[in-house]
């Protein structure tokens, strides 16, 4: 087996991003921006290994392709790039500092997720389009969770139509409440179980709806499984980031812990979406550490304390393959929000480049910055101003207000940040000002859902027979 191209260079240098539902989309501007991103901010001599994932061979093909357009087309016309390296810049100079290869990953599929996290922990990785082959991973320094489905029929126009006349065009199209979704599926058990079901089971593993496992507990398991490329064995090595991908509108409403998974009545996607804020705005919380603490520790990372810590990020709105349309109602979707935007709306990059900021932020900023900001305990969103500008943004999650801490009226009169980055702009019409017993109740649904995915992980990992007898021994973020 060759050495990798970045072989010669400190372990510092070099930056491995795993990056989840990378063929379109957001995705696709994520994978694009974080390229970007990275050449203009790190050193000269870094390199950066992006692994995008999708559920097929062919579009991982066309994904690394694409990247690989993209960067071509960065590393010839970026004015930024040639000021930095000076005379001497070519642009195969940045372009060989970026490798991209490609796993399989199918969230709807657990055997799947365990055989791409086994690939990434015990295997090697390719670059489908045959660059180069056969490279170990020795680390993730940020694993990207952004794939996902929506789940929705189309519009309510009735319903459209009643909110825009209530709340006007920018509430209306940033939080719609006129969105059909589709009924409910859930994953045929015997596919999920194939031929690596533990026959002897006891108890029937418990159903799960498509819409749950692709956007919250297929990266669930993955992360877990992550653990050994995740983890840290020294408080002084950079600690592993994981960055879930959420919705600007993901409220108190959404989430029914009668229908957990949304397979009855509530609606799939913000209801994951919801469940998603809650764990990872939450994760290092003491009272919700007594219920996540296992997830965090497993026999592979005994001699790795240190877990990765989770952030969270939204894309704001954009215009998407993800919902439905056809055409024309697709042309009329994005000129609404580009209108929106230019009405004041904060929270319209529309392009998926520029719904990519907030991800790629929390991917790349340097650890002491994060920390500084507690951006662990925030929901970054991708904020927009009416020229394109763009930048992350502190988003109101219900029931935990920006920052996990009450803040009274005064307070976020007084926010010293400027613009669209103002706390109060942007906010949702009907929101409410956050209070101790609020906080406290969305601090016991953070703990609630972290016990209902452990059940349902440590219940599947049974049936597939890949537990782990996690032993809590090690320290979470």
């Known amino acids: 087996m060759a050495s990798p191209p970045w072989a010669g260079t400190a372990s510092h240098e070099q930056y491995f991003v795993l990056l989840t539902g990378a063929n379109s989309g957001v995705g696709l501007g994520i994978g694009q921006r974080i390229i970007d991103e990275f050449l203009a901010s790190r050193s000269l001599s ?3 290994i992006l692994i995008p994932t999708t559920r097929s061979v062919a579009k991982s093909r066309d994904t690394v392709q694409a990247l690989r357009a993209h960067l071509g087309k960065t590393a010839n016309t970026s004015e930024q790039l040639r000021s930095r390296a000076g005379p001497d810049y070519t642009p195969r100079s940045a372009i060989s500092r970026i490798h991209i290869f490609s796993i399989q990953l199918d969230l709807c599929n657990l055997r799947s997720i365990y055989q791409a996290a086994n690939q990434l922990v015990h295997g090697q990785v390719s670059d489908p389009t045959g660059t180069i082959n056969d490279v170990r991973i020795p680390r993730i320094d940020a694993a990207l969770f952004n794939a996902g489905i929506g789940g929705w029929a189309g519009l309510d126009w009735l319903g459209l139509a009643r909110q825009f006349c209530q709340v006007g065009l920018v509430q209306s199209c940033t939080f719609p409440s006129f969105k059909k ?31 749950f496992c692709a956007n919250v507990f297929g990266h669930y398991i993955l992360a877990h499984e992550l653990l050994p490329l995740l983890s840290r064995s020294k408080p002084d090595e950079a600690r592993g980031r994981i960055v879930w991908t959420s919705s600007i509108d993901a409220g108190h409403e959404h989430l029914s812990f009668d229908d957990f998974q949304a397979r009855r009545y509530m609606p799939p996607y913000e209801s994951s979406k919801r469940i ?22 497993s026999p592979s990372v005994t001699d790795k304390p240190f877990s990765p810590r989770f952030y969270l990020s939204h894309p704001g709105v954009v215009c998407s393959p993800l919902f439905p349309l056809n055409w024309f109602l697709y042309w009329a979707y994005c000129c609404a929000m580009y209108l929106a935007r230019w009405c004041g709306s904060p929270w319209h990059p529309v392009g998926a480049y520029l719904g990519a900021c907030a991800t790629v932020w929390l991917a790349l900023a340097d650890q002491e910055a994060l920390d500084a900001l507690h ?45 669209v980055l103002r706390k109060l702009k942007g906010r949702k019409w009907d929101a409410v000002e956050l209070t ?23 219940a599947w990992e049974a049936a597939l027979g890949k537990g782990d007898g996690s032993v809590p021994n090690g320290k979470t973020a």
């Open 46 to 48: 870094s390199h950066l």
């Open 436 to 458: 101790e017993e609020k906080r406290n109740e969305f601090e016991e649904d953070a703990r609630r859902c972290w016990v209902e995915l452990e059940k349902l992980r440590t």
């Open 375 to 419: 951006a662990e305990h925030v929901k970054w969103g991708s904020s927009c101003t009416r020229l394109g500008h763009v930048a992350s943004k502190k988003t109101e999650v219900e029931g935990w207000g920006w920052e996990g801490k009450v803040e009274d009226r005064e307070a976020l009169k007084n926010d010293p940040s400027a613009g």
């Open 181 to 211: 979704a589709l009924p409910a599926a859930v994953l045929d058990q015997k596919k999920l179980l194939g031929d690596s079901g533990v026959p002897d089971l006891k108890t029937e593993a418990p159903e799960l709806a498509e819409v």
């Open 276 to 297: 998603t804020d809650l764990i990872a705005l939450t994760a290092d919380l003491p009272s919700v550490q007594k219920v996540s603490g296992p997830y965090f520790t």
